[in-house]
């Protein structure tokens, strides 16, 4: 479980100073990073409305440092600076609508402006990585020790039927909604959030859906899928309530950078393994800036058996 220390992770591994064929630099060019990256997670695999691709870089510059995070804010690019990385990735979006200035006034233009003075670049893999194969809930089932059984919306451009979003998983043995929630509580990121639970504590649970993100908008698919057990982030009151009515299905609400998380994790050790094919000298790390917005949480009392107040 990450604790919420702050700081990138160590760098995870250094290759060799030359290639054996001499096809490649061993200090690769931005360039060839981010093909290699466009592999992984093809920018036309991205849904219309998304922003992803490079958003700031030469493609001539060296990248010997790079640094994997959820999100593009000024504490990440900090980090960034201080680690002195050359490429940051991250999952989010800098701008996923368009703008007419990066002025400095402006925190996402101060970003901008941090990262060229500093000669970092900046990638983004946001629902291109989500449906990719691995994905970002396949890293999430990974995190909360789940077999990953299929996609929960599949990818009807992959025939082998292993891209979509979403994934549904089995469990090695049946567990309550109670001990799946902790779970899912010790395993994740810690945030102020916690884990919430829709459905009864002590119903059995075999089968379950993960999305990493929000995922309200998968309850259909979810209900098709006859789980036991749903975990995704940003459930709203409505869709919630809708669902229980609908069916017993358990929902469990966690923080949406908690759920995000683990794909820097798996998207770095990705990033290594192409590292290493190359003959490349390249550091691959991942932070552990909690960037979670909420940042407390005061828990009810015990509920009163006659209702709430007046």
């Given at each position: 479980m990450l604790s919420g220390a702050t700081g990138a992770g160590s760098g995870r591994r250094r290759c060799n100073a030359t290639d054996q064929t001499g096809s490649l630099a061993p200090v690769p060019r931005l360039s060839e990073v981010i093909a290699a990256l466009e592999t992984l997670w093809p920018a036309e695999r991205a849904e219309s409305w998304d922003a992803v691709?490079?958003?700031?870089?030469?493609?001539?510059?060296?990248?010997?440092?790079?640094?994997f995070a959820v999100d593009p804010v000024q504490e990440i690019i900090d980090e960034a600076?201080?680690?002195?990385?050359?490429?940051?990735?991250?999952?989010?979006?800098?701008?996923?609508?368009?703008?007419?200035?990066?002025?400095?006034?402006?925190?996402?233009?101060r970003v901008v402006h941090t990262l060229i003075k500093n000669d970092i670049a900046l990638h983004v893999a946001h629902t291109n990585a989500d449906t990719a194969d691995p994905g970002v809930s396949d890293a999430l089932a990974g995190a909360l020790d789940l077999r990953v059984t299929g996609p929960l919306v599949p990818d009807p451009t992959d025939p082998e039927g292993r891209r979509g979003l979403?994934?549904?998983?089995?469990?090695?043995?049946p567990v309550t909604v109670r001990e799946f929630a902790a779970r899912a509580a010790e395993r994740l990121p810690a945030t102020a959030q916690g884990i919430r639970v829709a459905g009864d504590p002590e119903a059995l649970v075999r089968t379950?859906?993960?999305?990493?993100?929000?995922?309200?908008?998968?309850?259909?698919?979810?209900?098709?899928?006859?789980?036991?057990?749903?975990?995704t982030a940003d459930l709203r009151h409505?869709?919630?309530?809708?669902?229980?009515?609908?069916?017993?299905?358990?929902?469990l609400d966690a923080?949406?950078?908690?759920?995000?998380?683990?794909?820097?994790?798996?998207?770095?050790?990705?990033?290594?393994?192409?590292?290493?094919?190359?003959?490349?000298?390249?550091?691959?790390?991942?932070?552990?800036?909690?960037?979670?917005?909420?940042?407390?949480?005061?828990?009810?009392?015990?509920?009163?058996?006659?209702?709430?107040?007046?």
């Open positions: 691709g490079t958003v700031a870089g030469d493609p001539d510059q060296e990248v010997t440092r790079v640094l600076v201080k680690l002195g990385a050359d490429l940051l990735v991250t999952h989010h979006p800098l701008y996923l609508r368009g703008t007419t200035t990066v002025a400095a006034t402006h925190f996402k233009g979403g994934r549904l998983c089995a469990l090695d043995h379950v859906a993960v999305s990493g993100g929000s995922g309200d908008s998968l309850f259909d698919h979810v209900r098709a899928a006859g789980v036991d057990a749903f975990l409505h869709p919630v309530s809708e669902a229980r009515a609908n069916s017993p299905l358990a929902l923080a949406h950078w908690a759920t995000e998380w683990p794909w820097c994790e798996l998207a770095a050790s990705q990033l290594d393994e192409i590292s290493d094919r190359h003959g490349w000298d390249l550091r691959v790390h991942v932070s552990k800036t909690v960037t979670d917005p909420w940042t407390a949480h005061a828990a009810s009392p015990p509920s009163d058996p006659l209702g709430a107040p007046n």
